[in-house]
T-cell receptor, first 114, second 118 residues
Framework: DGGITQSPKYLFRKEGQNVTLSCEQNLNHDAMYWYRQDPGQGLRLIYYSQIVNDFQKGDIAEGYSVSREKKESFPLTVTSAQKNPTAFYLC?????????????FGSGTRLTVV | AQKVTQAQTEISVVEKEDVTLDCVYETRDTTYYLFWYKQPPSGELVFLIRRNSFDEQNEISGRYSWNFQKSTSSFNFTITASQVVDSAVYFCALSPNAGGTSYGKLTFGQGTILTVHP
């Protein structure tokens, strides 16, 4: 079955460490996105990519980095510069073209700073 | 800039009651898409409906119905005869229907936590 796989499901980070969240899709979607979810704030866009080797900052990109070397993969690195990284992170993908069919979301990664 | 407002932070109902979740949006785009997603405790977002700004017809799907009113920039969601399994966080979202770098970016509301008690 096609879908998006995020790993790990739970991740613990020590202060000052970089961590990388994985996102893989087998839907042949062109666009991929990373969202952050905090209680009471909905989902906020961190980064997005519409094609391989290209990506743009979203609304809260500071302290995060991404890469898009393959169409299927869009990993997110939470750097030590992100002062409050504890949150739920959701990856999504969408198809592009003449139609627009919405997003498919992964099951998320819950990151906790210890 | 786009904005989505879900004024109801939490709603609590008893099973079999009807419940309406409100969504108000702001956009300068003339064409756009509106969405509703459900987030159960497992965390994954489940797609419920997508509505094109050209189509103001209301829609009913089983116990779910949606009322889109462009004149008031609202896209409300009603669950009829609610069930315990409807308990989740519900998000309204907005996306432009345009080319360029804005294509496909979703703007979410803050979410409404719905609890249905047996």
């Amino acid at each position: 079955d096609g879908g998006i796989t995020q790993s790990p499901k739970y991740l613990f980070r020590k202060e000052g460490q970089n961590v990388t969240l994985s996102c893989e899709q087998n839907l042949n979607h062109d666009a991929m996105y990373w969202y952050r979810q905090d209680p009471g704030q909905g989902l906020r866009l961190i980064y997005y990519s519409q094609i391989v080797n290209d990506f743009q900052k979203g609304d809260i990109a500071e302290g995060y980095s991404v890469s898009r070397e393959k169409k299927e993969s869009f990993p997110l690195t939470v750097t030590s510069a992100q002062k409050n990284p504890t949150a739920f992170y959701l990856c999504a993908s969408s198809s592009q073209g003449t139609g627009y069919y919405g997003y498919t979301f992964g099951s998320g990664t819950r990151l906790t700073v210890v | 800039a786009q904005k989505v407002t879900q004024a109801q932070t939490e709603i609590s109902v008893v099973e079999k009651e009807d419940v309406t979740l409100d969504c108000v949006y702001e956009t300068r785009d003339t064409t756009y898409y509106l969405f509703w997603y459900k987030q159960p405790p497992s965390g994954e977002l489940v797609f419920l409906i997508r509505r094109n700004s050209f189509d103001e017809q209301n829609e009913i799907s089983g116990r779910y119905s949606w009322n889109f009113q462009k004149s008031t920039s609202s896209f409300n969601f009603t669950i009829t005869a609610s069930q315990v399994v409807d308990s989740a966080v519900y998000f309204c979202a907005l996306s432009p229907n345009a080319g360029g770098t804005s294509y496909g970016k979703l703007t979410f509301g803050q979410g409404t936590i719905l609890t249905v008690h047996p």
